[in-house]
């Protein structure tokens, strides 16, 4: 299991913690990080470009010329794409960029980023964000006192207030809670700051489900209890009995008759 020094604000050392290795020490997977990022963003997209067809522009549809004998190229509309102010041709219409992945592989992707994270050193377990008022000077004193410069993500409760406040001008700064931790944020920004309640909401949400009234189970307990599954004999197809011949019974012969 991963270990990690909890510190406080003014970045003392408080104690040290046991990280779940289920959700904190789960190896690289660079594919299913990739395929999260995709689906993220392209969910993002809005999809309202649009282009405007010789359906949609304005202009008369009278033909501005005969067909033949003007010794010009002959032109039905005016509104046609070949003309300035005419239609657009396979322009972008609007359309919806988002498709669904599958809830275990985005915790997965999850998990794989948090891992590396912490095997880069760059995440900072806190106790806690105990602001007095929400100000933005403070939080940012605190974040020099952590050693935090760069772009930082910070993972807490929304409940804290005054931490919502005060990192509203900090542009290098975002804060999310552990429900609306995404995989974007979490490789956009370099450094990583979470809360102690906040890690446990993280184990509890990303890591092995607990059975019924027992602790929680690994995988491998998970793969021994699993039944074996029955294998089923094949049904095999009785090819179809032929009809027996008839077998025609031979004329009785006729018996010569003797003079």
């Not at 904190?24 to 997977?29: E, Q």
């Not at 032109?75 to 809830?103: E, T």
């Not at 370099?190 to 990303?206: G, P, V, W």
């Given at each position: 299991?991963?270990?990690?020094?909890?510190?406080?604000?003014?970045?003392?050392?408080?104690?040290?913690?046991?990280?779940?290795?289920?959700?904190?020490?789960?190896?690289?997977?660079?594919?299913?990080?990739?395929?999260?990022?995709?689906?993220?963003?392209?969910?993002?997209?809005?999809?309202?470009?649009?282009?405007?067809?010789?359906?949609?522009?304005?202009?008369?549809?009278?033909?501005?010329?005969?067909?033949?004998?003007?010794?010009?190229?002959?032109?039905?509309?005016?509104?046609?794409?070949?003309?300035?102010?005419?239609?657009?041709?396979?322009?972008?219409?609007?359309r919806d960029w988002s498709y669904n992945m599958p809830k275990k592989?985005?915790?997965?992707?999850?998990?794989?980023?948090?891992?590396?994270?912490?095997?880069?050193?760059?995440?900072?377990?806190?106790?806690?964000?105990?602001?007095?008022?929400?100000?933005?000077?403070?939080?940012?004193?605190?974040?020099?006192?952590?050693?935090?410069?760069?772009?930082?993500?910070?993972?807490?409760?929304?409940?804290?207030?005054?931490?919502?406040?005060?990192?509203?001008?900090?542009?290098?700064?975002?804060?999310?809670?552990?429900?609306?931790?995404?995989?974007?944020?979490?490789?956009?920004?370099?450094?990583?700051?979470?809360?102690?309640?906040?890690?446990?909401?993280?184990?509890?949400?990303?890591?092995?489900?607990?059975?019924?009234?027992?602790?929680?189970?690994?995988?491998?307990?998970?793969?021994?209890?699993?039944?074996?599954?029955?294998?089923?004999?094949?049904?095999?197809?009785?090819?179809?009995?032929?009809?027996?011949?008839?077998?025609?019974?031979?004329?009785?012969?006729?018996?010569?008759?003797?003079?």
């Amino acid at each position: 299991m991963p270990t990690v020094k909890v510190r406080n604000l003014k970045n003392e050392e408080v104690r040290e913690v046991e990280l779940s290795d289920a959700v904190f020490g789960a190896p690289l997977n660079e594919g299913l990080i990739h395929a999260a990022v995709r689906n993220y963003m392209a969910n993002a997209r809005q999809g309202t470009s649009a282009t405007k067809t010789r359906g949609d522009v304005s202009g008369a549809g009278r033909k501005l010329w005969k067909q033949k004998g003007t010794g010009r190229a002959r032109i039905a509309s005016l509104r046609s794409p070949l003309w300035k102010g005419g239609g657009n041709v396979h322009g972008p219409q609007p359309r919806d960029w988002s498709y669904n992945m599958p809830k275990k592989m985005r915790q997965g992707a999850l998990r794989s980023a948090l891992s590396e994270r912490v095997r880069e050193g760059k995440v900072t377990l806190i106790d806690g964000w105990s602001l007095d008022k929400p100000k933005t000077s403070e939080f940012v004193g605190a974040l020099r006192q952590l050693g935090h410069e760069g772009k930082t993500l910070i993972v807490d409760s929304f409940d804290n207030e005054n931490l919502l406040l005060s990192t509203r001008n900090v542009q290098s700064a975002k804060v999310v809670n552990s429900f609306g931790l995404n995989i974007y944020d979490l490789l956009y920004h370099e450094q990583l700051i979470i809360s102690e309640a906040a890690a446990k909401e993280l184990e509890q949400l990303l890591g092995p489900k607990k059975e019924n009234g027992g602790e929680t189970a690994t995988e491998e307990d998970q793969v021994e209890a699993a039944p074996a599954a029955e294998v089923k004999p094949k049904r095999t197809r009785k090819p179809a009995e032929k009809p027996a011949k008839k077998t025609e019974k031979p004329a009785p012969r006729r018996k010569k008759e003797t003079a």
